[in-house]
């Protein structure tokens, strides 16, 4: 068996953080797939993988989602390790999620992240509830660059610049050389995994003759 014809170029992880009900996962679905639909509050933590084609390089993104509650830990840390991106996210339509993200969030992001150039984009989601929003564009602009962040804002149920998040992410993660170096070293670790697989004795009846 030959080794799988290497497919992307780097290899990104990118997490999402923010409070419980900011809509994380759905921002994750409505990127992921065309689908969005109501979703349960996240138990514990998930990932997707996307692979895409930004800045003429073939990316794997592997990303992360958490629960906004009840998270340990032991968790924590792992979850932000080695994280090439982080998407922070609030409720424009609910402040205290707002507030949260300097209190909490930015602090464990500054706590827990391995890559000290990672790139964090700030996401104010849920900009279709207008009527409902607390929390203007001006304010987010503002803790954007108190936190050296990009900004965006958005709303995973009609789709609006939920791509762009993610692209946009991405463009600058292949702006820094660091990442890319980690993001390739990732790559060649599995390919080097596959070789081992691939040329591992077998052990079935194929070679038997
Ligand atoms: N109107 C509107 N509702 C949204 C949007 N994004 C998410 N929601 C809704 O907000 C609720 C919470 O969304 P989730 O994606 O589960 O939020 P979460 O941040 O993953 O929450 P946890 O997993 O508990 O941390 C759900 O009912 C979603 O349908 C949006 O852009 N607009
Ligand atoms: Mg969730």
Redesign the pocket.
Known sequence: MKASPRNYDYSFKILLA??????????L?SFISNFVQ?????IGVDFKIKQLSVGGKRLKLTIW?????ERFGTVISSYYRGAHGIIL?YDVTRRETFTNLSNLWAKEVDRYSTNQECIKILVG?????DKERVVTREEGMALAQEHKCFFLE?????KENVQECFKDLTLKMLEVPSLLESGSVDVKRQILKQKQVDQMPCSGTCCSQ
Request: hydrophobic residues 25%; aromatic residues 0%; glycine residues 12%.
């Open positions: 923010g409070d419980s009900g900011v809509g994380k996962s759905s921002l679905l109501d979703i349960s509050p996240t989602d958490t629960a906004g509650q996210v989601n849920k900009v279709d509830r958005c709303s995973a149920k009609t």
